[in-house]
């Protein structure tokens, strides 16, 4: 129970319940762990990640949970949609690391769909101030498809315009550098740039009132052929919005299972940390100064501009 919800409980129930009772009550809510909701859905392409093993969990259910129990937060990991109908305000915050249209049957890993009011649930939580961290493949989830087309942020989809990107393509896996925009986060605390090898997704459409944390810097990129999403200015990578009330990330890294399994434990606590409110990010607008040319997609500038594929 929080604070104001119990000075309004306390005076209406003044006459049944001694204040000395109301008052423990509220200090044992206070202290309750906030639980987090871990989403993996994949009704498009399934990543290494977040497959189930043998033992019914996937790497990064177990990377999740185990960070959690040194944050003293609960992880509730699941593929069933469903769950949305439920009650989320018990959710400090909810992690994506999905693909495709949740509300919609399919997909290779046995999740169940969300349903129409599970959905309003989600965008309900988040907007009343649950948080939320994507990974990954969570801009490749209920997209526009619209190619290499660049819209009005505002036109996009709902979902897309709460996480703040949308994914395009990817090229080859490959080492690249990125620039740490903005330190907030303690792993990244006098951090100024990092090699990091992943498959690097060529996102489009940000918000632009986000706050870039981290940007994919593409000189030095392969970029040719099946590599030209690759030839374009400087993105970002890593980033952080406001949606209602809620604190909205994302971090594009996370392909592989080896991210998952311990040399990026603090970066992904972190991220966490931030989701649940515990760590204060500026809610500045910085995606022009950081990336100025982020949106200028390759077939924009070779004089294609019909949003084609190469």
Known sequence: MRRRE??????ATA????????????????KAPKKILYFSRSQGFEHDPVKLGADGESVSDKALKRLGKELGVEVVCTKDGTVFDGDLSQYGAIIFYTSGDLDKDGGNDGGKAMTAQGVKNFYAAIRGG????????STDTWRGNTGYKVDAFFDQPEYIRLQGGEFIIHGEQQEATVEVVDDVL????????????????????????????MSLQTAGMKNKDHNKCYDRPAFPCVWARKEGAGTVLYCAFGHKNSFWEGDFDALIGDLVRAALGEIK??????????????DMLQNEWNGRGNGELY
Request: hydrophobic share 40%; net charge positive; aromatic share 14%.
């Open 130 to 137: 649950v948080g939320f961290l994507g990974f990954h493949s």
């Open 6 to 11: 119990f000075l309004t409980y306390s005076a």
């Open 281 to 294: 990010i500026s809610t500045e607008p910085n995606l022009k100064t950081s990336c100025p040319g982020a």
């Open 186 to 213: 303690p792993w990244s605390k006098g951090k100024k740039s990092f090699r990091h090898h992943d498959e690097w997704y060529a996102n489009k459409n940000f918000a632009p009132e986000m706050r870039v944390l």
């Open 15 to 30: 006459v049944a319940l001694p204040f000395a009772s109301a008052l423990s009550q509220l200090l044992a809510d206070d």
